[in-house]
């Protein structure tokens, strides 16, 4: 704390103005602090970090921030990273010179000003309405964020809309839900034939699904919660990141994935505990438990092309990733990467398999969970899971591919059933005598392959 306030020729505004009913100089400065000094102490908020926006109540002006909170402090029932620090000033003169500077300085900041927010009633505990109601409008509606609302009514509902918006009507799509909305807003906007155009809108999460794992992802990375306040306040900062979209392919049918693609014990645990979904995301853990005591094992192949350090995995391939159909002229959404694979040098590695995972972010969900080939190891892993150590496991090979090719088998002692395979928490395909196995999905129990093409859409994420 200093006692003066030196004032620069560079200042946007400087003046006195009444804080708490006293009197203060207060400045924003060129570099965006907001700067006051009362009874000689300083304080000062950054508009870029701080300020969501501003209000006019009579002859005051609220200045509507949110600062990141001490540890141990808890604000109630829904805990976050920040707390409300608003500034309430009145300037002796020229209030509408200090709100057309507030104004210019946030509207400098490339900000998102309008937003579709889909809200999935339907999801994890079913509390997506509630969290974004008490959580998420209220930070919106202090940023002055012009919000378009839709509740999802239905699956596949979010990707039936973004096939058809006029994208220019917005600066970002927000998705108050689980990763399942995220996905099909992707495909949706990757289906269209503007493509191109429309994955440059960002899209944002507000965690309220059972599987959170993108933007868990995003905010555990510099430290935050994984929580609607974070999650909320890092869109309304308007940062955005790239993030890879893997192309799972079986012929002509395409699925585009942002998280993760898995096979066996993973994706039974994810698909089968949908009977305990009453539980929350505890279900994934419970279900867990059981699926290790009785470990299933499956027959089957993978094929890759390794990642540059990663070459030394698997022998060499009798065949490679297999050649894509010609595509109609009717397709006229994104095909997948347009990369070369035939000539490279893919290896494979024959099973049996406790389960395959692909992975394009770092957390699966909020709670991980990967797995090897013994039940003790596996729930000594389990333990692990949250720190990540588990990769470190002899029981776990764990390597970087540039593209992928699986060949799902069944169960080793029981040639009858086979699997379900998973992508981002939907069912791709269900084998034979598997869970809901008379359910529709979009692919079979067969060969498909996995390509990956980097930075392709846009994440509202926090600044790295
Ligand atoms: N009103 C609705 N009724 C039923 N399903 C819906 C509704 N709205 C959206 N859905 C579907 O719910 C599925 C799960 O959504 P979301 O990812 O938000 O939640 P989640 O809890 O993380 O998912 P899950 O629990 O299935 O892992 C999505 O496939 C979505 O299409």
Not at 198 to 220: C, E, F, H, R
Not at 394 to 415: C, N, R, S
Not at 429 to 455: E, F, P, W
């Amino acid at each position: 704390m200093e006692n003066d306030q030196m004032i620069s020729p560079t200042d946007i505004i400087t003046g006195i103005v009444y804080i708490d009913g006293e009197l203060a100089m207060l400045t924003l400065t060129a570099d965006g602090e907001l700067r006051s000094t009362e009874n000689g102490l300083r304080h000062s908020l950054s508009m870029k970090k701080d300020v969501l926006g501003f209000v006019v109540q009579g002859k005051r002006i609220r200045v509507k921030a949110v600062v990141e909170k001490d540890e141990g402090i808890c604000c109630g029932r829904f805990s976050g990273d920040f707390v409300r620090k608003d500034l309430v000033f009145e300037p002796l003169i020229d209030q509408n010179g200090w709100c057309d500077s507030l104004r210019q300085y946030l509207d400098s900041l490339g900000r998102p000003k309008r937003l579709l927010v889909f809200v999935n009633p339907f999801g994890g505990k079913k509390s997506a309405r509630e969290i974004f109601d008490k959580e998420v409008k209220p930070l919106f509606d202090d940023a002055d964020v012009q919000l378009e609302i839709q509740e999802t009514k239905y699956q596949l509902h979010a990707k039936e809309i973004v096939k058809s918006i006029d994208v220019s009507n917005y600066d970002g799509i927000v998705c108050v839900s689980g990763d399942g909305v995220l996905v099909e807003v992707v495909n949706g906007l990757l289906e269209r034939a503007d493509w191109r155009t429309a994955l440059k809108l960002p899209i944002g999460m507000v965690p309220a699904g059972t599987g959170n794992g993108m933007i868990k992802s995003l905010l555990d990375t510099v430290g935050l919660q994984c929580c609607a306040n974070s999650a909320t306040i890092s869109i309304i900062r308007g940062h955005k990141r790239s993030v890879d979209v893997a192309t799972i392919a079986q012929g002509n049918t395409k699925f585009f994935s942002v998280l993760m693609l898995a096979w066996g014990l993973i994706a039974d645990i994810d698909i089968e505990s949908e009977k305990f979904r009453w539980m929350g995301s505890a279900r994934i853990d419970f279900y867990a438990l059981q699926r290790i005591l009785c470990l299933r094992q499956y027959n089957g192949r993978i094929i890759f092309l390794p990642a540059p350090g990663f070459e030394s995995y698997g022998q060499p391939a009798s065949c490679s990733l297999y050649k894509e159909p010609t595509v109609s002229d009717k397709a006229l959404g994104y095909q997948g990467p347009d990369t070369k694979f035939e000539d490279l040098e893919w290896k494979e590695i024959n099973g049996p398999f406790v389960t395959i995972w692909l992975h394009n972010v770092p957390w699966g969900a909020e709670n991980t969970l990967t797995a090897p080939a013994a039940k003790l190891v596996l729930l000594s892993l389990m333990r692990q899971l949250s720190s990540g150590t588990h990769v470190e496991s002899p029981y776990i090979a764990y390597l970087k591919v540039k593209a992928f090719v699986l060949e799902p088998g069944a169960l080793i002692d029981e040639p009858g059933k086979e699997g379900i395979i998973d992508s981002d928490g939907e069912v791709l395909a269900r084998g034979k005598r598997t869970y809901n196995c008379d359910k529709k999905a979009l692919m079979s129990y067969d060969k498909l392959q996995i390509t990956v093409d980097q930075g392709l859409a846009t994440l509202f994420s926090p600044e790295y």
